[in-house]
């Protein structure tokens, strides 16, 4: 080679042939790769199915708690109906009044709170008792059992007050059944003028 090149140019030579990179180890390219990782965005594993999971607890949570709302709910109910019923068998009319008036905020359609009622009109000795039992009966929504307490209450009632009371209970009932109590109220023949005018009154609606 020295025969085909000058002394000149062989030197050259031999300094770009020490300028030329040699290929890197092995540990530095695997120190490198480590690096260069670190640097990468990272994918979060099953994210769908992370994302199903965090779903699946949340209606999970939901459903419990609606169903402790329930529990709640009907166990209030079931303590409200054990107090009006102990209450209304209570001797002092004041406690039965207060009793009804308490019942007014039972939820509709309770046949407990229903029955109490009934009975406390057709029996309670105490006319006021009788009329608080005939209000609380007429925000109720017009069932079977309503409807039998206002006939047979109108039919044995003898208290004006009551009687006037009643009339609203049935003034909630259906067109027919509201006729036929009403015609049987008008037959009596010792009926209160008053009470006659309201039964009169409510048999034109």
Do not use: C, W
Request: hydrophobic share 45%; proline share 4%; charged share 20%.
């Amino acid at each position: 080679m020295n025969d085909d090149y000058s002394d000149g140019e062989v030197e050259l030579l031999d300094g770009l042939h020490r300028l030329h990179p040699s290929a890197p180890a092995a540990d530095i390219r695997e120190r490198f790769r480590a690096r260069t990782a670190a640097y990468r965005p990272r994918r979060t594993p099953h994210r769908s199915a992370v994302l199903l999971a965090l779903a699946a607890m949340l209606l999970l949570t939901v459903a419990l708690l609606r169903s402790h709302d329930r529990d709640n709910h009907e166990q209030e109910t079931i303590g409200l109906q054990r107090q009006l019923t102990a209450a209304l068998q209570n001797l002092s009319a004041a406690t039965r009044l207060q009793a009804i008036n308490t019942a007014k905020s039972a939820p509709a359609g309770d046949s407990v709170v229903t029955a109490a009622l009934v009975s406390a009109l057709l029996h309670d000795q105490n006319a006021n008792v009788r009329v608080a039992a005939a209000e609380a009966l007429a925000q109720l929504a017009p069932s079977r059992a309503v409807r039998l307490a206002a006939a047979q209450g109108l039919a044995t009632e003898r208290s004006p007050f009551v009687q006037v009371a009643l009339l609203d209970v049935v003034r909630q009932l259906q067109p027919a059944d509201r006729v036929h109590i009403v015609r049987q109220l008008l037959a009596q023949p010792d009926l209160d003028a008053d009470v006659r005018d309201a039964a009169t009154q409510l048999s034109t609606l």
